[in-house]
Structures are given as structure tokens and as C-alpha cells.
T-cell receptor, first 113, second 114 residues
Framework: DAGVIQSPRHEVTEMGQEVTLRCKPISGHNSLFWYRQTMMRGLELLIYFNNNVPIDDSGMPEDRFSAKMPNASFSTLKIQPSEPRDSAVYFC???????????FGQGTRLTVV | AQSVTQPDIHITVSEGASLELRCNYSYGATPYLFWYVQSPGQGLQLLLKYFSGDTLVQGIKGFEAEFKRSQSSFNLRKPSVHWSDAAEYFCAVGDLGGADGLTFGKGTHLIIQP
């Protein structure tokens, strides 16, 4: 398996623009997680899905952030409108069952100027 | 709420020397614990995990960790480090049987001196 695949790897956008980050989990994994990594706050869980259903989105910072999982093999994290403070590395991770390790993608480095 | 503390932001170790990275967690229920490693520009790779049973767990790349419930600790060790071990190391805790997301520590940056 190719692992968790995220795209793009790097994104530079202007403040106010819409940004969409994409994730393909490992085939057969039914839990998917979005994390944000910054120097100040470390790794923060934004939202996670079980069987394509959002379970906990309490980490989503504000309404500008939204996430979807239309099917078992694809998820998006959207920021609209983007702001400079959204600059971070965004990771997607998946796991095949509860109480096991999560497998991480290589991340998307987002820069909002 | 659960939390993870990695008290050392940076650690410098000479190549061939032993290593111990500290991790303390705060959690009321039964935790499950992980150590991940992140190389520059890369995602997180699992080094080892603890769910139950033997409190000394072995991982990849010669790493091990010991779960000490009385100290709420899960320290990572390696008897002899290699230059390729230079990376960021993260300790994480999850809720065994509960919510599925992990809580991460802020990480420890490991520097290897020749």
C-alpha cells in the first residue's frame, strides 16, 4: 500500500483565498484524522471521522474551517477565507480499527501570505 | 482532559551514547501510549506503542520505552544513537476504549553530535 496520500505537499495562497487540502487514507482504514502542526501549539487534532461520519470536530478552530469525507477513500479540509495565522503543516492520518496506531501522511505545508 | 508533557525541547547526544527522552502524561482512565518520530519535511512514523501487558516495549530502530504507571511516564530509550536518529520525537496518549484521537506532546528535537 502507498500509505496515506496528501495533496498538495506545499500550498502558498493569498489571504482571503479558499484553500482545499486533500487526503486519501490507506485502503481498508475506516478512521481518518486531520491534525495541524505549528511551532507554537504543536500537533493539534482538528477533526476525525469513523466510517465517513464526523465524530469529533471540537478541534476545528473556527467556522472558516470545514472537513468532508464523501467516501471511504477521500477527505478534504477546506479553509475559506484563509488567513496568515492558518499557516501550518496539516497532516492526515488513518487507522483500521480503534485502539491502534494511526498512520500519517507526509503533510501539506500551507503558507498564507 | 488528557495531556502529554515532554519537558525537553532539545537534547544533544554524542553519536554512540545512550539516549533517554522523557514523557509524562496526565490521564484519568487507562491510556494507550505511543512514540512517533518525524524527520524534516516528513510525516510521523510510529516507533513503538503500549496498550497493556509487559511495561517494557520494544520498537523499531533499536528503541524501547517503559511504561511506569506510578510516575505517569513513558520514557523512550536507546542504548547507542546513530547520526540518522536526529529528528523530532513525539509522545502521544490515547483513550483505550474511548475517543479515538491522540493527544501529542510538543516534541523533543534530538541533535546528534559526531
Amino acid at each position: 500500500d502507498a500509505g496515506v496520500i496528501q495533496s498538495p505537499r506545499h500550498e502558498v495562497t493569498e489571504m482571503g483565498q479558499e484553500v482545499t487540502l486533500r487526503c486519501k487514507p490507506i485502503s481498508g482504514h475506516n478512521s481518518l484524522f486531520w491534525y495541524r502542526q505549528t511551532m507554537m501549539r504543536g500537533l493539534e487534532l482538528l477533526i476525525y471521522f469513523n466510517n465517513n461520519v464526523p465524530i469529533d470536530d471540537s478541534g476545528m478552530p473556527e467556522d472558516r474551517f470545514s472537513a468532508k469525507m464523501p467516501n471511504a477513500s477521500f477527505s478534504t479540509l477546506k479553509i475559506q477565507p484563509s488567513e496568515p495565522r492558518d499557516s501550518a503543516v496539516y497532516f492526515c492520518a488513518s487507522k483500521d480499527r480503534p485502539n491502534t496506531e494511526a498512520f500519517f501522511g507526509q503533510g501539506t505545508r500551507l503558507t498564507v501570505v | 482532559a488528557q495531556s502529554v508533557t515532554q519537558p525537553d525541547i532539545h537534547i544533544t547526544v554524542s553519536e554512540g551514547a545512550s539516549l533517554e527522552l522523557r514523557c509524562n502524561y496526565s490521564y484519568g482512565a487507562t491510556p494507550y501510549l505511543f512514540w512517533y518520530v518525524q524527520s524534516p519535511g516528513q510525516g510521523l512514523q510510529l516507533l513503538l506503542k503500549y496498550f497493556s501487558g509487559d511495561t517494557l516495549v520494544q520498537g523499531i530502530k533499536g528503541f524501547e520505552a517503559e511504561f511506569k504507571r506510578s510516575q505517569s511516564s513513558f520514557n523512550l530509550r536507546k542504548p547507542s544513537v546513530h547520526w540518522s536518529d536526529a529528528a523530532e520525537y513525539f509522545c502521544a496518549v490515547g483513550d483505550l476504549g474511548g475517543a479515538d484521537g491522540l493527544t501529542f506532546g510538543k516534541g523533543t528535537h534530538l541533535i546528534i553530535q559526531p
